[in-house]
């Protein structure tokens, strides 16, 4: 009996080094001057009754209390910015990014600045595709140049903004490859899917999850960012 009143106490300490015993053993002393009754009093199976009881007590009380030092962690880092820093409310999806993967990137910011900056790549990209340069002047023009009604997140009570669309590193990606003649069928397909989003989005005159949810029907996204 005694040796699996040790046993309970030992598990107990492991929870939280010596923290869940020291628990238990104060509850313990604190119950018997409460009662009156000393543990010399008590008789072996009562004691190994009341100090399991106890025992599992402090573990609860352990678990809960880590459950707190958690969550305030967590509060602290979101009040500094150190928790998910990538984006602007992380409680929303895709990091709070109307477009794109959901990944905030100097870099991305960067590529974009120098594609916009570019007087080359349009007529590479068509040289490299057999598209006409007009044709991928627009599709450059509505990625990296255009304001659009980004409503992605209405349902969320945020109003829509109109703005060009978030630099994603995916894309900037994808379209240095089709300028070095590198690009992949994903990177066409990324081009056939911002001819279909842009025509529809000016042709309705719709926002961009409208215009983006239709011309996936026909052109899916590119599918980089479950990569």
Known sequence: MLAELQGDLDTAAKLRGQAAAEIALAQLGAATNATGVGLGTLGTSQLVVKVKSLAE????????NNSKLKASGEAEQVASGEAGSVGPDNNLPNNGKQTGSGSYSGSADE???????????????????????ENIQKVKDHLFNDEHVLDRYVDYGIPAETKR??????????????????????DIQLLKHETAERWIERRRGSGYTESHDRASERYPAPDWWSE
Not at 57 to 64: E, M, Q, R, Y
């Open 165 to 186: 669309f978030d630099s994603d590193i995916k894309i900037a990606e994808a379209w240095k490859r089709l300028e070095s003649g590198n690009h992949t069928d994903a």
């Open 57 to 64: 007590a402090a573990k609860l009380k352990v678990a809960d």
């Open 111 to 133: 590529a974009y600045d120098a594609i916009r900056s570019s007087d080359t790549d349009v007529d590479a990209i068509a040289a490299n595709t057999g598209i006409k340069p």
